[in-house]
């Protein structure tokens, strides 16, 4: 059972940037492919990025391609979601979810996904 806890989030402006964490304990880190997900009031939980146990398989949803930048820590058992150039449509709170993966695939699916952690809020303020 792997329990995942996120951090980082807060109040931004427009053009800031957040690093979000994930960490993640109770077992085997590597193996584990990694994604972050967002749903913002109202709207559907959405696929922001994913990587796979060793950052060997890494996807970004195109709202932030090139805006956003996922890495993992193994050492760490830990994921970071850097963020940049942040907009207000960003806001949303951000989760980050694990599933089994040790063949380093990823998915964009949340279906796919079996841990959730409990979501850090990101507010983006024009």
């Known amino acids: 059972q792997v329990q995942l806890v996120e951090s980082g989030g807060g109040l931004a402006q427009t053009g800031d940037s957040l690093r979000l964490s994930c960490a993640a304990s109770?077992?085997?880190?590597?193996?584990?492919?990694i994604s972050w997900f967002r749903q913002a009031p109202g709207k559907e939980r959405e696929f922001a990025a994913a990587?796979?146990?060793?950052?060997?398989?890494?996807y970004y949803a195109d709202s932030v391609k090139g805006r956003f930048t996922i890495s993992r820590d193994n050492a760490k058992n830990t994921v970071y979601l850097r963020m940049n150039s942040l907009k207000p449509e960003d806001t949303a709170v951000y989760y980050c979810?694990?599933?089994?993966?040790?063949?380093?695939?990823?998915?964009?699916?949340?279906?796919?996904?079996?841990?959730w952690g409990q979501g850090t809020q990101v507010t983006v303020s024009s």
């Open positions: 990587i796979s146990w060793s950052g060997l398989t890494i």
């Open positions: 109770g077992g085997t880190f590597s193996g584990y492919a």
């Open positions: 979810a694990a599933r089994w993966a040790p063949n380093n695939s990823a998915s964009v699916y949340s279906t796919s996904y079996n841990y």
